[in-house]
């Protein structure tokens, strides 16, 4: 009973190990992108593009070569910022922010808001 249950084990193992690296588990690598190297920078402006549109909720990917701006304006709805590469300033109801890679800033509904990137800058914004 014991070499049935070890035989048993070791073939879960192995089957478990079978498909632990992405490139043997075909399913692994279905929804997972890099969304740094999904968007581009633009010389014609900052470059914008959706990611995912959910009942609720929207998320873009945008990419801000240094200097370039997204003008003031408000939405209707709370939103956020995800900053994935470089570092900008934010403007939010006349107050200034600075946020870089790896930090998220809060975007509320009907407060006036724009961007300046003061580097290359990508980030994702959920809205």
Do not use: W
């Not at 070499?3 to 075909?26: H, M, V």
């Not at 959910?54 to 873009?60: E, K, M, Q, R, S």
């Not at 300033?89 to 975007?107: F, R």
């Amino acid at each position: 009973m014991k070499k049935i249950i070890l035989t048993a084990l070791l073939l879960i193992c192995s089957a478990a190990t079978a498909y632990s690296t992405p490139q043997e588990n075909p399913l692994a690598r279905e929804n997972v992108a890099n969304l740094s190297q999904t968007i581009q920078y633009s010389d014609q402006g900052f470059a914008k593009k959706p990611v995912f549109k959910g009942a609720t909720y929207d998320i873009l990917l945008f990419a801000f070569q240094k200097g370039q701006q997204l003008p003031a304006h408000t939405i209707s709805l709370d939103a956020f910022i995800l900053v994935l590469e470089g570092n900008a300033t934010v403007i939010i109801d006349g107050k200034e922010y600075e946020v870089a890679a790896g930090e998220k800033i809060s975007l509320p509904k009907n407060l006036s808001h724009a961007l300046t990137a003061k580097e290359n800058f990508k980030m994702l914004l959920v809205k």
